[in-house]
């Protein structure tokens, strides 16, 4: 695709309920990144993937986060049990290679409301 | 610990003002720095990027400098403008290329 694309763009739900998001990254780019923004804070880092392999996943906050990638395209974060302080945006980005100073595409975000 | 700083304050400027922002890092050595701005509901957009062994870097209207001793980037807009008015978050690299850490950003206002 043109872009890098999140979905859900917005997704609310109720605590203790697993959510999935989702994201495509720029056809080509072998990096793929997770981040995640909670209201007026910094970008805090969650994970990254070198085509379908995530060497640090030491970012994710706790076990209730797992991420995988398939086909060294589209990547899911998943949450389970979500809890209330999980409410934040999402943010994915890729880049053409891991390994190599370049820019990093950003998606627009799935923002999560945990009710 | 590691740690990326920038100024938490929203830095507010005259229109056609130079805007300097700065980051500063601790426990890093990293081989680039990046930056980037992003706008309300928006995700972060690059701006520049500066290798360790680049003292300046330019484009158009924006400016980074990278000291390596002072652990610390400028990011200047000259000639600022409203449509400058965003968030301005600095970037680099760890473990190798592998991990990009951003600061918490600037908010930039542009005062016209």
């Known amino acids: 695709g043109a872009g890098v694309s999140q979905s859900p763009s917005n997704k609310v739900t109720e605590k203790g309920k697993d959510v999935e998001l989702r994201c495509d990254p720029i056809?080509?780019?072998?990096?793929l990144y997770w981040y995640r923004q909670s209201l007026g804070q910094g970008l805090e880092f969650l994970i990254y993937?070198?085509?379908?392999?995530?060497?640090?996943k030491s970012g994710l906050p706790s076990d209730r986060f797992s991420a995988e990638r398939t086909g060294g395209s589209v990547s899911t974060l998943t949450i389970q049990r979500t809890q209330q302080e999980d409410s934040a945006v999402y943010l994915c980005?890729?880049?053409?290679?891991?390994?190599?100073?370049?820019?990093?595409?950003f998606g627009e975000g799935s923002r999560l409301t945990v009710l | 610990s590691q740690k990326i700083e920038q100024n938490s304050e929203a830095l507010n400027i005259q229109e056609g003002k130079t805007a300097t922002l700065t980051c500063n890092y601790t426990?890093?050595?990293?081989?680039?720095l990046q930056w980037y701005r992003q706008d309300p509901g928006r995700g972060p957009v690059f701006l520049l990027l500066?290798?360790?062994?680049?003292k300046e870097k330019r484009k158009e209207r924006l400016k980074v400098t990278f000291d390596t001793t002072l652990k610390q980037s400028l990011f200047h807009i000259t000639a600022s403008q409203p449509a400058d008015s965003a968030t301005y978050l600095c970037?680099?690299?760890?473990?190798?290329?592998?991990?990009?850490?951003f600061g918490t950003g600037t908010k930039l206002q542009v005062i016209p």
């Open positions: 993937f070198q085509g379908n392999s995530a060497p640090d």
């Open positions: 980005a890729s880049s053409l290679k891991l390994g190599e100073a370049g820019e990093l595409f």
């Open positions: 056809s080509g780019h072998t990096a």
């Open positions: 500066i290798r360790e062994n680049e």
């Open positions: 970037a680099l690299n760890s473990g190798g290329y592998q991990k990009v850490t």
């Open positions: 426990n890093y050595s990293p081989a680039y």
